[in-house]
Every structure is written in structure tokens, then in C-alpha cells.
């Protein structure tokens, strides 16, 4: 590559995987913690009572529900721990006294014995000010279901107090390494239930989630090149679908599941290609062009390909019809913008800029060109959006550590997710409803 895209290359990681032995430090499956360091403007007071009942399950699901939503930044919590009785139906609840404690919404329930050793959740929320249910639902679940259900109803509060869906119950994916024994980690959006998919004694880079959310596709080194994998995650099938001469990486899933778009060296400078996802014979993209295009990513729509380009001296982001046509600009501003991912709606992208020596994280309206920073650097990196749009999972140097970061897109709300010890680099959001 030449020089530009090399360093295109150390904010994509893959300098700092090949060329910085001992920098990572493996999780050995350690959750990350999480810390709040933002919040937003306007918080929602809300309360969470705990289930009548709940000291019956193995797990705390209100606990689960409360964190989730104060990680969010959008809630201020109303401590409702102490709570007796704890009600359970609209009528046995005294409106205003939690009023007069400042809260605009509670949670209430309970939980029931059921069969089999299964565990009824029921649930109620209601809007204080309105005397009225938002939100009634009952879960029927195994012990080890109760997690995703507190964080299933977490997703249920967050949509009916904001009008937008949740992301608590989505996963992540993320790459640690210790010595010369990298691992892509799976763990949930939260960094509980962390897992090692893929351990290798070679580099393991840009792990990218399948539109349903059941397969990653990412780089291994372990034929000595850098070869597309896509694994299937029940399964843990592995298939190699890019081997090409030179390099293949930067898989990008096109939305309908049944592509990839790759970078291949094979004909000299870098170029994206489209290819089955069962492998076969790719196409190349654009065929006149000696740039160096890399980091594709489909539209939501899949009819447009967002990708970095040095075509114009300097790496800057492009689009163009997949079904072929003219590639054209979108950032202008600055001399260094890469990794282009649009977002869940189409109406924007986020992307890695540098501006005044540091390297932040922004976003640009597609309609007005409008470009807003979310981060402040000195080096963060690696974007990926929430299903919702609301929030970007990036990875950033913290204190000479890599460390996963996750902000709203207005930048006010930021969360911290480091590892007990050790780094984690280049993050990936899964889809909703996985």
C-alpha cells in the first residue's frame, strides 16, 4: 500500500497488531466493566422497583434493568430498593408519593414459580404523571435466561419513555491478545457473558457481524496472509471464503446476508470486490481506477458502497452504486478521514478524522454534509454504530492502554469498557434482535 493507506492501516489496527508485539493483553473471558463518564442533557427520573418475589430467583433482575439503564446516560435513577410492600399492580401503588420523589415513571411486578423450573417475570410501567400503564407483559424463562430477559425489558422501558428501540440486548464482538495468542470475543452489550469464538497464535482483525447477527466474518493470519473467515457462531463452522494471491481483507456483509465485499491486492493496489458468502470468484468493484480503495461498507438499502479511497492524494471517504457507476466525494473537510459506516437509517455516517493532530471520531449528515465530532481523540478509532443509531462503539488509547468507548452521537452521553486487565481493540455492534 502506499503510504497514505498505511496509515489508513494503523487506525484500522492492523499496524498495531502486526508490528507491536505484546501490546495486547488477553481477556481470558473477564466482562468488561463499564463507566459512565457522560450523561445526557435532559434525564428521564424514572424508578425500578424491585419484583415482589424476586429474592426467590438466582440473579437480581431489577439490578440487571437499573444498570442498564444508567449506563444509557438518559435516566435518573430514583432509588426505589427499599420499597414495602412491593406492588405489583397499578392499584397498589401510591403515585404521589413517587411523584413527590421526583420520579415520572416506575417499573413494578412480580415474579411466580412456574413449571418445570422456569421462572414467570411480570412486569408493569407506568407513567406517574398520566396514572396510567405503559407497558404490561409477562416472561416465562429458564434461570439462565434471566439476564437477557431483564435486559429484553430494560430495551421495552428505553422504547416507551424515548419513542426509540433499545440496544441493551444486542452483543458485541472485539479482538484481544496476550503475547502471541489473539482471541475474537463475543460478549453482550454490556460486557457480561464474554467468549472466545476463535483463539489463534496469528492476528485476528476486523470482526464484522451478519445481518441476522449469526455469523462473524473477520482477517486470520493463520495461513501466514491475511485471509477472510466467516464463522457461523452455534456452530463454530469456520470457512475461509477469500484466499486470494496477496491480501484479502475489510469484509463488509452486504444487508440481505448473501455477500461480501473484500479488499484483494491480487491485482496490485488494493480494490474492493463482491463475492458470494458460500466463496467463489470475486468481482472486482471498480475497474479502471489504480487507487487504493479499502474498508467498504453496504447502505442500509444495499444499493450504495461507502469506502476509503486515496484516489485524491489523501485518504477520503467515497460512495457508489454496488451495481457499478461513478465513485463519488463525501468529505472535504480535512486531509485524513477514514472508515466510513452508515448508519442504521441511511441518513448519516461516522467516521475516524484527524483534526489538529488527533484523531476523533465524527459523524456527517448525508443531506447537508454537516460533520459533528462524538469523541476528541488523541486516537480513537475503529466506529461501529448501535442498531438504533443512538450510540457509536469505537476503541481508543487510554493511558497507553487500548480500550473499547462507546457515545451517543452527540457525543454527551460516553461510556468507558475496559478489561480487569489488558487491552481490547477494534469493536463491532451486533444487529437487534439476535
Not at 163 to 171: H, Q
Given at each position: 500500500?502506499?503510504?497514505?493507506?498505511?496509515?489508513?492501516?494503523?487506525?484500522?489496527?492492523?499496524?498495531?497488531?502486526?508490528?507491536l508485539?505484546?501490546?495486547?493483553?488477553?481477556?481470558?473471558?473477564?466482562?468488561?466493566?463499564?463507566?459512565?463518564?457522560?450523561?445526557?442533557?435532559?434525564?428521564?427520573?424514572?424508578?425500578?422497583?424491585?419484583?415482589a418475589?424476586?429474592?426467590?430467583?438466582?440473579?437480581?433482575?431489577?439490578?440487571?434493568?437499573?444498570?442498564?439503564?444508567?449506563?444509557?446516560?438518559l435516566?435518573?435513577?430514583?432509588?426505589?430498593?427499599a420499597?414495602?410492600?412491593?406492588p405489583?399492580?397499578l392499584?397498589?401503588?401510591?403515585?404521589?408519593?413517587?411523584?413527590g420523589?421526583?420520579?415520572?415513571a416506575?417499573?413494578?411486578?412480580r415474579?411466580?414459580?412456574?413449571?418445570?423450573?422456569?421462572?414467570?417475570?411480570?412486569?408493569r410501567?407506568?407513567?406517574?404523571a398520566?396514572?396510567?400503564?405503559?407497558?404490561?407483559?409477562?416472561?416465562?424463562?429458564?434461570?439462565?435466561q434471566?439476564?437477557?430477559?431483564?435486559?429484553?425489558?430494560?430495551?421495552?422501558?428505553?422504547?416507551?419513555?424515548t419513542?426509540?428501540?433499545?440496544?441493551?440486548?444486542?452483543?458485541i464482538?472485539y479482538?484481544t491478545?496476550?503475547?502471541?495468542?489473539?482471541?475474537?470475543?463475543?460478549?453482550?452489550?454490556d460486557?457480561y457473558n464474554?467468549?472466545?469464538?476463535?483463539?489463534?497464535?496469528?492476528?485476528?482483525?476486523?470482526?464484522?457481524?451478519?445481518?441476522?447477527?449469526?455469523?462473524?466474518?473477520?482477517?486470520s493470519?493463520?495461513?501466514?496472509?491475511?485471509?477472510v473467515?466467516?464463522?457461523?457462531?452455534?456452530?463454530?463452522?469456520?470457512?475461509?471464503?477469500?484466499?486470494?494471491?496477496g491480501?484479502?481483507?475489510?469484509?463488509?456483509?452486504?444487508?440481505?446476508g448473501?455477500?461480501?465485499?473484500v479488499?484483494?491486492?491480487?491485482?496490485?493496489?488494493?480494490?474492493?470486490?463482491?463475492?458470494?458468502?458460500?466463496?467463489?470468484?470475486?468481482?472486482?468493484?471498480?475497474?479502471?481506477?489504480?487507487?487504493?480503495?479499502?474498508?467498504?461498507?453496504?447502505?442500509?438499502?444495499?444499493?450504495?458502497?461507502?469506502?476509503?479511497?486515496?484516489?485524491?492524494?489523501?485518504?477520503?471517504?467515497?460512495?457508489?452504486?454496488?451495481?457499478?457507476?461513478?465513485?463519488?466525494?463525501?468529505?472535504?473537510?480535512?486531509?485524513?478521514?477514514?472508515?466510513?459506516?452508515?448508519?442504521?437509517?441511511?441518513?448519516?455516517?461516522?467516521?475516524?478524522?484527524?483534526?489538529?493532530?488527533?484523531?476523533?471520531?465524527?459523524?456527517?449528515?448525508?443531506?447537508?454534509?454537516?460533520?459533528?465530532p462524538?469523541?476528541?481523540?488523541?486516537?480513537?478509532?475503529?466506529?461501529?454504530?448501535?442498531?438504533?443509531?443512538?450510540l457509536?462503539?469505537?476503541?481508543?488509547?487510554?493511558?497507553?492502554?487500548?480500550?473499547l468507548?462507546?457515545?451517543?452521537?452527540?457525543?454527551?452521553?460516553?461510556?468507558?469498557?475496559?478489561?480487569?486487565?489488558?487491552?481490547?481493540?477494534?469493536?463491532?455492534?451486533?444487529?437487534?434482535?439476535?
Open positions: 500500500m502506499l503510504t497514505t493507506l498505511r496509515r489508513l492501516a494503523l487506525l484500522a489496527g492492523f499496524l498495531l497488531l502486526l508490528l508485539p505484546g501490546l495486547f493483553v488477553s481477556a481470558h473471558a473477564e466482562a468488561l466493566n463499564v463507566e459512565i463518564v457522560g450523561a445526557g442533557a435532559n434525564q428521564i427520573p424514572v424508578a425500578i422497583a424491585p419484583l418475589s424476586e429474592p426467590l430467583l438466582p440473579e437480581s433482575v431489577t439490578a440487571v434493568i437499573n444498570a442498564d439503564l444508567a449506563r444509557s446516560g435516566f435518573r435513577l430514583i432509588d426505589a430498593s420499597i414495602s410492600p412491593r405489583a399492580e392499584a397498589q401503588l401510591n403515585i404521589a408519593e413517587w411523584r420523589q421526583g420520579a415520572d416506575m417499573l413494578i411486578g415474579v411466580n414459580a412456574a413449571a418445570n423450573g422456569k421462572w414467570e417475570i411480570q412486569v410501567l407506568v407513567d406517574l398520566g396514572n396510567r400503564q405503559l407497558l404490561g407483559q409477562s416472561f416465562v424463562v429458564e434461570p439462565r434471566l439476564r437477557a430477559t431483564a435486559h429484553r425489558i430494560a430495551d421495552l422501558i428505553f422504547e416507551r419513555l419513542g426509540i428501540p433499545g440496544v441493551f440486548g444486542t452483543r464482538a479482538i491478545r496476550l503475547g502471541k495468542r489473539f482471541e475474537l470475543m463475543v460478549a453482550d452489550a460486557g464474554p467468549r472466545a469464538v476463535f483463539t489463534s497464535t496469528e492476528p485476528i482483525i476486523s470482526p464484522r457481524w451478519s445481518p441476522d447477527g449469526g455469523r462473524i466474518a473477520y482477517v493470519f493463520e495461513r501466514k496472509k491475511p485471509v473467515v466467516v464463522q457461523t457462531l452455534n456452530t463454530g463452522d469456520r470457512r475461509v471464503v477469500a484466499d486470494f494471491k491480501s484479502n481483507s475489510a469484509p463488509a456483509w452486504s444487508p440481505d448473501q455477500r461480501l465485499a479488499v484483494l491486492t491480487r491485482d496490485g493496489s488494493s480494490q474492493i470486490h463482491l463475492m458470494p458468502v458460500a466463496g467463489g470468484e470475486p468481482q472486482r468493484l471498480m475497474k479502471t481506477t489504480p487507487a487504493n480503495d479499502t474498508e467498504p461498507a453496504f447502505s442500509p438499502d444495499g444499493r450504495l458502497l461507502y469506502f476509503t479511497s486515496d484516489r485524491g492524494g489523501g485518504p477520503q471517504i467515497y460512495r457508489m452504486p454496488v451495481a457499478g457507476g461513478n465513485a463519488e466525494r463525501l468529505t472535504f473537510e480535512g486531509d485524513y478521514n477514514v472508515s466510513p459506516r452508515p448508519s442504521p437509517d441511511g441518513k448519516s455516517i461516522v467516521f475516524v478524522q484527524r483534526y489538529a493532530g488527533r484523531f476523533r471520531i465524527v459523524t456527517q449528515d448525508l443531506g447537508n454534509r454537516q460533520v459533528l462524538v469523541t476528541d481523540g488523541p486516537v480513537d478509532e475503529s466506529p461501529s454504530y448501535a442498531p438504533n443509531g443512538q457509536v462503539l469505537f476503541s481508543r488509547m487510554q493511558g497507553g492502554r487500548g480500550e468507548a462507546a457515545a451517543s452521537v452527540d457525543g454527551r452521553v460516553r461510556q468507558r469498557l475496559t478489561l480487569p486487565s489488558g487491552d481490547a481493540r477494534e469493536p463491532a455492534w451486533g444487529p437487534a434482535g439476535q
